[in-house]
């Protein structure tokens, strides 16, 4: 929990400047590339960045934005070709870090879907659970294989105004934007490859590889024979690239709902030449769209009978049915407490403070404060349902007062924290933006964190909203090999 504080008067913080230090020198890991952006000159590099856009645009990767309507907006990714470096010995404390904390949440999701511990002990409260829409008692005893719940994982990761990385926030239902890790990679690699030459960078491609070992070793029938599909909700969800991306890459048959079917608990693919047994299904599709006879019941885009099928052990479903309990914002500030419960460890990646509406002293405080807050919705995503209080409105903290005094339970908020800067490439510019980074998290035989992952940037000057779909932009993630 956040401690409250009775100072309203508090200036802001100069954020953490990732490439400069304080006297505005390069810090020594990116000294090489400093250089060599001045020995390119403006003009060279100006042709570069057209280059990344133009390679972007062929290869079609791209990203779907929502509005009003239920039609999309088709979007070239945005990609700023600086990249972002994390020297060896940080990437080290990253990823033991996410490491410690997936192994926990992991083992936090099988025991409230099970023996319930952690709530008999009060560690958690039982009310915060069973009051969250996305626990779902339809699930309750079902095992599944290996006792995987959060096979991938995104968890985001800031840099407070001291530089300490934070975690932000738990990603575990269906976390996207790996295929542009990937894709921000290898535009990187083709527009400069001399920026490569001067630094010892660990691989990202690899991450396909890495998810079908993963999705291989929770085979019902075990790793040879494993027949696996990725689900997707269609063409109009906005991460369909990524879902034909990883599929393509993995060599592996992209569905959907209405190409499967569930008999006598057992899940097929509809082929040309009959029905083939699937064993492992990396959906995308959320909770309630998954299965019509458990979930919502007008649902096309799910299998019905896919749960019963899952239940009975003859189909793993990755990421399991029910893990978004564990990624509920409400659940998110008790996540050291889960690490000690379960791990008997400190947690080595600290959480943002933050505060409980449902506590009423801290709700109190908040609404007194909500310019300097930042109010999110527990179960929203992609900068949704959120109040950004610096940048708002007198009339939109009314709206969030009220939401929030309505619906305690639906809302947690934290105090704004400066995100780390980096210098972009604006409009023939070198000028900072406050960015994130989501690394990638694969939980198969043993738990992997990709060397690297999503650095997301707010490309617009002072904002500190980097979500692609409220106008973030991105970076390659260097993470330097010892």
Known sequence: MAAISSDTS???RISYHEFYTDGFIPREHYRPLWE?????GQNAFEAKVHESQLALHA??????????SDEGIER????DLIPRIIPAGEWSIIEAGLKQRVRALNLFLKDIYHDQRILKDGVVPAELIYQGKDFRREIMGIDPPNDIYTHISGIDIIRDEDGTYLVLEDNLRTPSGVSYMIENRVIERRILPEFFAKYRVRRVEHYPALLLEALRAVSPRGKSQAEIVVLTPGIYNSAYFEHTFLAKEMGVELAEGRDLVAKDDMVYLKTTTGLQRIDVIYRRVDDDFLDPLVFRSDSALGVAGI??????GNIAIVNAP??????????YPYVPDIIRYYLAEAPILKNVPTYQMTNPEERAYVLDNLER????AVSESGGYGMLMGPASTPALRNEFAVKVQEDPRNYIAQPVVQLSR???????????RHLDLRPFIIYGDDIKVVPGGLTRVALTKGSLVVNSSQGGGSKDTWVLAE
């Open 10 to 12: 508090q200036k802001p």
């Open 36 to 40: 060599h952006i001045q020995s390119v």
């Open 59 to 68: 290869e079609g990767v791209t990203f779907t934005v929502y509005g009003d």
């Open 76 to 79: 070239i990714w945005p990609f």
């Open 307 to 312: 749960i019963n099928a899952w239940r009975a």
């Open 322 to 331: 029910g893990n978004g309990i564990a990624d509920d914002k409400a659940v």
């Open 373 to 376: 807050m930042v109010v999110k």
């Open 422 to 432: 980096h210098i972009c490439y604006m409009n023939g510019e070198l000028e900072a």
